[in-house]
């Protein structure tokens, strides 16, 4: 099995202004392209090569960082496009808002941990909102394109919500200004997605 880039949902220029439409392109069509082909490249006649990237990344070697970097590159991104949306933005509701107010405090509160978390990770990486079993929330942030699947990471649950911050995510549109991006992000999350991830991970 090999694993395909995925089609996004929505045009290139669909979540102007808040992440552009040449990064939008570069972003899916090259760098997204590039995890994929060389993860397919990397598993390529081994015991890997028919497993779902969840279960690849659950059991990773962590020592093999071809298929660590790009399998990680690619379960982060068909994340990333999944979980924004034209009309995002605005908050949550039924479940997954309950289980934000529990965990947090408030949705305020979350929006502060997020925000800090991808703030500072130093230099590339990806913030994350991650689900437990029992349904607690968690935020937390890994370096260049782990995720808290791996083994390992210290930080722990299902990812339901991701954002890359790499430069290549938002250099084009805001330079080095890292926290214009993240707080432009939270226009484009697209919360029934991420609640309908919440529920997965809890069922």
């Known amino acids: 099995m090999s694993f395909q880039l995925p089609d996004l949902s929505y045009n290139h220029d669909a979540l102007e202004p808040h992440i552009d439409s040449r990064t939008m392109q570069i972003h899916h069509g090259k760098h997204h392209a590039g995890y994929t082909n060389k993860l397919n490249a990397a598993i390529e006649g081994t015991e890997l090569s028919n497993k779902s990237i969840d279960d690849i990344l659950k059991n990773l070697d962590m020592n093999n960082s071809a298929v660590r970097n790009n399998g990680g590159g690619y379960y982060n991104h ?11 933005g605005g908050s949550p509701s039924g479940n997954l808002a309950g289980a934000i107010e529990k965990s947090f405090g408030s949705f305020d509160e979350f929006k502060s941990k997020f925000s800090s978390a991808a703030g500072t990770r130093f230099g590339s990486g990806w913030a994350w909102l991650c689900a437990h ?9 890994s370096a260049n394109q782990d995720n808290p699947l791996m083994p390992g990471i210290g930080c722990g649950g299902t990812p339901i919500l991701g954002l890359d911050v790499w430069e290549h995510a938002y250099y084009l549109n805001y330079q080095n200004r890292r926290p214009d991006y993240v707080n432009a992000f939270f226009n484009v999350i697209n919360w029934d997605a991420v609640s309908n991830k919440y529920q997965s991970a809890i069922d």
């Open 78 to 88: 068909c994340l990333f496009w999944e979980i924004m949306s034209p009309n995002g």
């Open 133 to 141: 079993s029992n349904g607690d929330l968690e935020v937390c942030s």
